[in-house]
């Protein structure tokens, strides 16, 4: 559980964080080296699959979202440098919607 708070919300209720696409990723790990918040990780693949018609499942190392909660709410620079635009970020206008709904919520406790 992550007791990290923005703006008196538990950090924990936004869901602003990086999904990979693991039809896109490479597994270059660009988002792994570049992140300075631990939000990602290196995944050992104990089977990578030569077989597959899937990049990913071929892969010997692949990024995790390890946690997400550790994310800073609105960067998105991780998806910026993905060479191949493979991490998603929730829509911006969603998530300003989220976040005004949960301060009036934690306001009025
Ligand atoms: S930067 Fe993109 S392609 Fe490279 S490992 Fe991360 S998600 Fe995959
Ligand atoms: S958006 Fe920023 S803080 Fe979040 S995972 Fe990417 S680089 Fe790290």
């Not at 990723?25 to 290196?42: A, D, P, S």
């Not at 995790?64 to 960067?75: A, D, M, Y």
């Not at 969603?94 to 934690?106: A, D």
Request: hydrophobic letters at 30%; a positive charge.
């Amino acid at each position: 559980m992550c007791a990290q708070k923005y703006w008196g919300i538990p950090r924990s209720e936004i869901p602003w964080f990086p999904k990979i696409n693991t039809d896109k990723c490479t597994g270059c790990l660009t988002c792994v080296n570049f992140c300075q918040n631990g939000v990602y990780t290196v995944e050992e693949n104990p089977n990578p699959d030569r077989s597959s018609l899937r990049r990913w499942d071929k892969l010997k190392k692949r990024p995790r979202v390890e946690n997400p909660f550790n994310c800073v709410v609105g960067c998105s620079a991780c998806a910026q440098l993905c060479p191949v635009g493979a991490i998603e970020f929730p829509e911006r206008k969603e998530i300003v919607k989220t976040i005004r709904e949960l301060m009036v919520k934690y306001q009025a406790k």
